[in-house]
């Protein structure tokens, strides 16, 4: 089975005297679904980041989607990040761009016909139960609704490997419910990979899944 991620004795750290992850090494499989857990400050955002090229990597080496990470260059780089789908923890919509125009641009960006985008951007607004308000801007959005256009977003151009920061953090159950279905119908029926961060493991997701938690800048394996 293809290996999506691999990191081999990976040290990350915004400076030198303050490592966040230590000599981590775990392996993620093609259609894995893992949950990383771990304190406030224990490097489950600063984990993310290291995945879809955002942080430099300060010791040992990561390979995202055959790419390596340390080496790789920006056009590299942006070209990995055409292969993810990314929801923040604090959502990062385009504020002046509508909501079918930011649930579009990833499709947009991988150079999907016309089309294809406009069906698509349309399953996905009624999916999340939001085609009433596509011509909205996130602004004027509630946070569960911004939450549900980013996750539309973070799956519309089919990625390979879904990173989802906290994407239930505030959110009520409904909105919740349907952000799991999401992650849950990317993994299935698209076979991506799915990495999230979560505090709270849903309870009836159905699934088989993998758990990581961060203690002490260690990460752990656990059942
Ligand atoms: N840009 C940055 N520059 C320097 N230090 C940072 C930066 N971002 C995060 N940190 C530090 O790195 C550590 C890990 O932060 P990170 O955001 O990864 O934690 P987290 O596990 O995601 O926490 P939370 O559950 O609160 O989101 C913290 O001590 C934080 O202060
Ligand atoms: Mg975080």
Redo the contacts with the bound molecule.
Sequence with gaps: MSIIIRAKNLHLA??KE?P?IRDANFEIKRKDFVFVS??????????L?SLYGNLSIFGGTLEVCNINIAQAGKRLINELRRNIGIVF?DYKLIEEWTVEKNIRLPMVISGYKKEICDSQVEKLLSHVDLLYKSNRYPLELSGGEQQRVAMARAISHRPLLILA??PTGNLDDYSSDMIWSLLKSANEQLDATVVV?T?RIPDRLNIHYRKLN?IDGEVYEYS
């Design positions: 915004y400076k303050e966040i771990g304190a406030s400050g224990s490097g489950k955002s600063t984990l980041k923890q920061d906290e961060v505090h961060i």
